[in-house]
């Protein structure tokens, strides 16, 4: 490409656009502010005022296919990219006519047809998705760049740095555009990092990087269409730093007593459309006239806007729950008859689902620290490097939210990556991706994006262990709204329940139980799919129902079989679906046995047990005999711990007699 290509072509049309276009986002957000101070927009209201040669000077420069990442300071990108202002406008009522749907507000404005991933409302948040959007452009042969808006503040944040990382790690076309306004909401830069040359941080990730003066829209421009040139030809990423400076506060609520006025007021007198208008006029290439009627059409333009969103509708509120997960899923897998069976264990169960899902679908693919040459921390990938190569058995750095981030973001864009997490401690560094974004981007993009990510970690305790590696928080992630959480106990079901997780349209935790990965047993050579929304009743009964699932399912049926001796015929629920929770199958094997002990490997307090036991409770009393009991992991201290067995982890012992109590036998 010449460098006259990659120069702005400052022609009336052009440079008319460009005004144009930061006009109407000033204009726009003026009356936005308006609206506010009339309460007729609510919630956070963070304005672009003072930076739209930003979002002028990029976006225009993206292709249609370039799909983009925005902040939470979102409505300039998203004028510029093409989401009507009047649907804009309306999302920020909290109308069912706003681009979505009312459910984002002002930070999270959505389009699938515009590739407008939206705006995310924790800082740095996007970055990692933006990795991945990357990613699966690159692994499906799109010749696309991401475009990821992102505040200097977001830099202090981890997911920055490992969002970099991989990028250049990996040579992933993202462009990173940061607009360092100063302040990190209420702190200047140089009071919150020891470097403040934010480029400089970038190359230290040898990713190429620019400044440019961020009030300059044609500079803006000029440096934007050098970096996708260059991008275009190398597919690796760029950086953009883009020095503005916000006029407003922070947002609406910010009283503003970190910076003097006169600060403020020194950068207004130099800001991107006083600049840009009086150096065209003073040149001769726009009239004072002619601005006059851009801002007359644009004020007709935004006062059709807010007439829409006045007229708009408030979703009703029985559909408010309405997109939290998928209306519409793939019906259950037929089980296949069983034919000849082999001896296996639960881990080459697991990596023979791997590999058969890899093979079936090529947009499959497994990340994580250490499954590759390693071959799993777990052995479980073992072997499957040499087989499908490193660009579907793809080593991350350990960089927990980077790159479970990155697989929520591939999956968003069309593959079907499966995410492995060493252990569910590690996972905790990845817990805002998977619950600010892989569990509420679906719902908060009215359906516009659905995130089919599988994420699989090892859970309970070990051998010695010690405390930071024997956690069972499989009960925490249950909690989530948005997600599915599997705990597969058998043979069957470690072999079966990927395939059907990664058909899932919704993001799936799965639970490995490291206990069990060393399981033999036999498995029909043709085990596959199997459904993952039912509980299983895998030994029944008429005395009483034990609800368990994961590494604790043997020893409750090992419970179970000591139990006959007393004549104590125990029924064994396999709960398999911990998210959603198949309390049908619990119900109606309560009412023939008219007892419940729970048995759960995590901690009492805030338990699946706790849940299920106030479940039946509030839904079965008049079915019990017995009061409810459950065995759990000990927690110290242990108040209340009336009908309460309790070991380090629940053993065959204290089962046996919390069963047997409840039986009258105890």
């Not at 793809?394 to 499966?418: Q, V, W, Y």
């Not at 401690?425 to 516009?448: E, G, K, V, W």
């Not at 010695?464 to 992630?477: F, K, N, P, T, V």
């Not at 005999?625 to 065995?631: G, M, Q, T």
Request: hydrophobic share 45%.
């Amino acid at each position: 490409m010449t460098d006259a290509a990659l120069k702005p072509r400052l022609d009336h049309g052009h440079v008319r656009d460009l005004l144009k276009a930061m006009i109407r986002i000033r204009r726009f957000e003026d009356k936005c502010a308006e609206l506010y101070t009339q309460e007729k927009i609510r919630g956070f209201l963070h304005l672009y005022d003072g930076e739209e040669a930003v979002a002028a000077g990029v976006i225009p420069v993206l292709a249609e296919a370039d799909r983009i990442v925005a902040t939470y300071r979102e409505h300039g990108h998203a004028l510029v990219r093409g989401l009507p202002m009047g649907e804009v406008l309306a999302e920020m009522y909290g109308k069912a006519e706003g681009s979505a749907g009312g459910r984002g507000g002002s930070m999270h404005l959505f389009s699938a047809s515009a590739n407008f991933y939206g705006g995310n409302a924790i800082v740095g948040g996007g970055l990692p998705l933006a990795v991945g959007l990357a990613l699966a452009d690159r692994m499906q042969g799109a010749d696309a760049v991401t475009a990821c808006f992102f505040g200097e503040g977001a830099v202090a944040e981890g997911e920055f740095h490992e969002a970099m990382n991989l990028a250049s790690l990996w040579n992933l076309p993202v462009l990173f555009v940061c607009e360092n306004n100063g302040y990190a909401m209420g702190t200047a830069l140089d009071l919150s990092e020891a470097e403040t040359d934010i480029a400089a941080k970038a190359r230290s990730y040898d990713v190429v990087a620019d400044v440019v003066d961020g009030m300059d829209v044609v500079a803006v421009e000029a440096a934007t269409r050098r970096a996708l040139a260059q991008m275009r030809e190398t597919g690796e990423p760029h950086f953009l730093e883009c020095r503005t400076y916000r006029f407003r506060a922070h947002s609406m609520f910010d009283a503003q007593l970190y910076r003097p006025k006169e600060e403020v007021e020194d950068w207004r007198r130099k800001g991107p459309i006083v600049r840009f208008q009086g150096w065209l006029e003073e040149n001769g290439l726009i009239h004072a006239e002619e601005v006059a009627a851009i801002t007359a059409e644009l004020d007709a333009e935004i006062a059709e806007a807010v007439a829409f969103a006045e007229a708009g509708t408030d979703e009703p509120v029985e559909t408010l729950t309405r997109h939290v997960m998928a209306e519409e899923r793939p019906a259950p897998p037929e089980p296949a008859k069983p034919e000849k069976t082999v001896e296996t264990t639960y881990r080459e169960a697991v990596k023979a689902a791997i590999a058969e899902a890899m093979e079936k679908d090529e947009r499959v693919f497994l990340m994580g620290e250490d499954v590759g040459r390693y071959g799993g921390c777990y052995a479980v990938s073992k072997g499957l490097l040499d087989r499908f190569g490193p660009d579907r058995i793809r080593d991350t750095p350990l960089s927990e939210s980077g790159f479970t981030g990155a697989g929520i973001g591939a999956a968003m864009a069309g593959m079907r990556p499966i995410v492995e997490v060493m252990t569910v401690n590690f996972s905790l560094l990845a817990l805002d991706q998977i619950l600010n974004t892989a569990a509420t981007y679906r719902h908060m993009s009215n359906n516009a994006f659905g995130v089919p990510v599988v994420i699989r970690m090892a859970t309970g305790a070990g051998r010695q262990l010690a405390a930071q590696h024997s956690h069972s928080l499989e009960g925490w992630y249950a909690h989530i709204p948005g997600i599915r959480v599997l705990a597969p106990a058998t043979l069957e079901d470690a072999r079966g329940m990927l395939w059907t997780a990664l058909q899932d349209p919704d993001p799936v935790l799965i639970f490995e139980n490291v206990m069990l990965y060393n399981m033999a047993g036999d498995l029909a050579q043709n085990a596959g799919p199997v459904d993952i929304d039912k509980a299983a009743v895998r030994r029944a009964g008429r005395d009483i129902t034990l609800v368990t699932y994961g590494g604790s399912l043997w020893k409750t049926l090992e419970a179970a079989a000591e139990l006959v001796k007393d004549g104590i015929e125990a029924e064994v629920i396999d709960l398999r679906s911990l998210r959603p929770l198949d309390m049908e199958t619990v119900f109606a094997s309560v009412a023939k046995t008219h007892r419940a002990l729970m048995v759960d490997e995590g901690w009492k307090t805030g338990s699946l047990a706790a849940e299920i036991g106030m479940r039946l409770a509030e839904e079965a009393f008049f079915d019990l005999d017995a009061p409810l009991a459950r065995v759990c992991s000990a927690e110290v201290p242990i108040p209340y711990a009336r009908h309460l067995e309790q070991a380090a982890i629940p053993q065959v012992p204290s089962i046996v007699a919390a069963a047997r109590r409840l039986c009258g036998k105890g």
